[in-house]
C-alpha cells in the first residue's frame, strides 16, 4: 500500500464554519506534511510533523490548526478562513524526517472554496 | 537561499516525440538531491525521477531520463516516445540534504497532442 489518502475530495463552507480536513497513510511513515497549492501554482508547505511531533510552521495563520493524533493520521482544522485560502489542499508523507534523500507520497488533495 | 526556475511555463509536443523540459537551480551547497514531480488533472503529485547530485551518471526511468550538469546546475528532463498520459504539469525540485523541506519551481505546464 503506497497511498496517501485525502478526505474529503471536496469541500465548500463558509467563512464562520469549523471543518477539517483528514489525511491517512499506512505506509508506516514518520513524517507527514500539508501543502497549500493555488491554481498553476507548485506547492506551498504549510507543516511538517515528524514523528508526530510539529517540527516546521512555515508562518501560517491560526486560522489553519494542524493536528496529528497517530503517526499514520494527519488532521488540519478549519476556523474562520477567507476566500483567498480557498486552494488545493494536499497532503505528503515520507518514511523519516524529510530531507531530500527521502521520496515523499502524496494524496489527491482536498479542493476547498471558501464562500 | 536555494532557488528552482523553470523558463517554459507551458509546452506542447506530439504523441510518440520526445521532449526536453528545463530547470535550472542555485544553490551553495555540494549535496542535495533534485527532483522531477508530475502532476495530471487528477492533482496527485507523482514523483517521476530523481537524481542525486554526488552522482555522475545521469537518472533514467523508462522513458523518462534527466540530463543533470552539476557545474551549470542545470536539471533538465527528456521525455521520450511521449503518451497522452503524460499530458500534466510538470514541477522541478530541489532538496538539500537534511532536515529541510524541497524547494519547487513554478512547474511546467505539458500537453501531448494527438
Known amino acids: 500500500d503506497t497511498e496517501v489518502t485525502q478526505t474529503p475530495k471536496h469541500l465548500v463552507m463558509g467563512m464562520t464554519n469549523k471543518k477539517s480536513l483528514k489525511c491517512e497513510q499506512h505506509?508506516?511513515?514518520?513524517?507527514m506534511y500539508w501543502y497549500k497549492q493555488k491554481a498553476k501554482k507548485p506547492p506551498e508547505l504549510m507543516f511538517v510533523?515528524?514523528?508526530?511531533?510539529?517540527?516546521i510552521n512555515e508562518s501560517v495563520p491560526s486560522r489553519f490548526s494542524p493536528e496529528c493524533p497517530n503517526s499514520s493520521l494527519l488532521n488540519l482544522h478549519l476556523h474562520a478562513l477567507q476566500p483567498e485560502d480557498s486552494a488545493l489542499y494536499l497532503c505528503?508523507?515520507?518514511?523519516?524526517?524529510?530531507?531530500?534523500?527521502?521520496?515523499?507520497?502524496f494524496g489527491q488533495g482536498t479542493r476547498l472554496t471558501v464562500v | 537561499a536555494q532557488t528552482v526556475t523553470q523558463s517554459q511555463p507551458e509546452m506542447s509536443v506530439q504523441e510518440a516525440e520526445t521532449v526536453t523540459l528545463s530547470c535550472t537551480y542555485d544553490?551553495?551547497?555540494?549535496?542535495?538531491?533534485l527532483f522531477w514531480y508530475k502532476q495530471p488533472p487528477s492533482r496527485q503529485m507523482i514523483l517521476v525521477i530523481r537524481?542525486?547530485?554526488?552522482?555522475?551518471q545521469n537518472a533514467t526511468e523508462n522513458r523518462f531520463s534527466v540530463n543533470f550538469q552539476k557545474a551549470a546546475k542545470s536539471f533538465s528532463l527528456k521525455i521520450s516516445d511521449s503518451q497522452l498520459g503524460d499530458t500534466a504539469m510538470y514541477f522541478c525540485?530541489?532538496?538539500?540534504?537534511?532536515?529541510?523541506?524541497?524547494?519547487f519551481g513554478k512547474g511546467t505546464r505539458l500537453s501531448v497532442i494527438a
Open positions: 505528503a508523507s515520507s518514511q523519516d524526517s524529510w530531507g531530500g534523500d527521502t521520496e515523499a507520497f
Open positions: 505506509m508506516g511513515h514518520r513524517a
Open positions: 544553490t551553495s551547497e555540494n549535496n542535495y538531491y
Open positions: 537524481q542525486e547530485a554526488y552522482k555522475q
Open positions: 510533523y515528524s514523528y508526530e511531533k510539529l517540527s
Open positions: 525540485a530541489f532538496g538539500p540534504s537534511g532536515n529541510t523541506p524541497l524547494v
